[in-house]
């Protein structure tokens, strides 16, 4: 019943930035906290990024300084700046949305650093 549409990934060169966005739609009773996590060897997802509710704030050690994760609440929506791009940040990214009745996961999108 909840559909998340991801946007923004592409293609970009060492040190550039891009910025990811997340909307979510449907039956939403209420986003007690969003994120965004990252395709890992084996095919793990990572945590990239994570807000909850309250506005607090958490970074994986590899992007803090680099990364900022925010939302806009009135469009339902999570966003992350990427600054300072590394070649190692190429993977598949995906947000999440957790909300009253299930975590919910967007359909990823490509970020590919490189020259």
């Known amino acids: 019943q909840v559909q998340l549409v991801e946007s923004g990934g592409g293609l970009v060169q060492p040190g550039g930035s891009l910025r990811l966005s997340c909307a979510a739609s449907?039956?939403?009773?209420?986003?007690?906290?969003m994120g965004w996590y990252r395709q890992a060897p084996g095919n793990q997802r990572e945590l990239v990024a994570t807000?909850?509710?309250?506005?607090?704030?958490n970074y994986a050690d590899s992007v803090k300084g680099r990364f900022t994760i925010s939302r806009d609440n009135a469009k339902n929506t999570v966003y992350l700046q990427m600054n300072s791009l590394k070649p190692e940040d190429t993977t598949v990214y995906y947000c999440?949305?957790?909300?009253?009745?299930?975590?919910?996961w967007g359909q990823g999108t490509q970020v590919t650093v490189s020259s």
């Open positions: 999440k949305v957790v909300t009253g009745r299930k975590n919910y």
């Open positions: 807000i909850t509710s309250g506005g607090s704030t």
């Open positions: 449907g039956s939403i009773f209420s986003i007690n906290a």
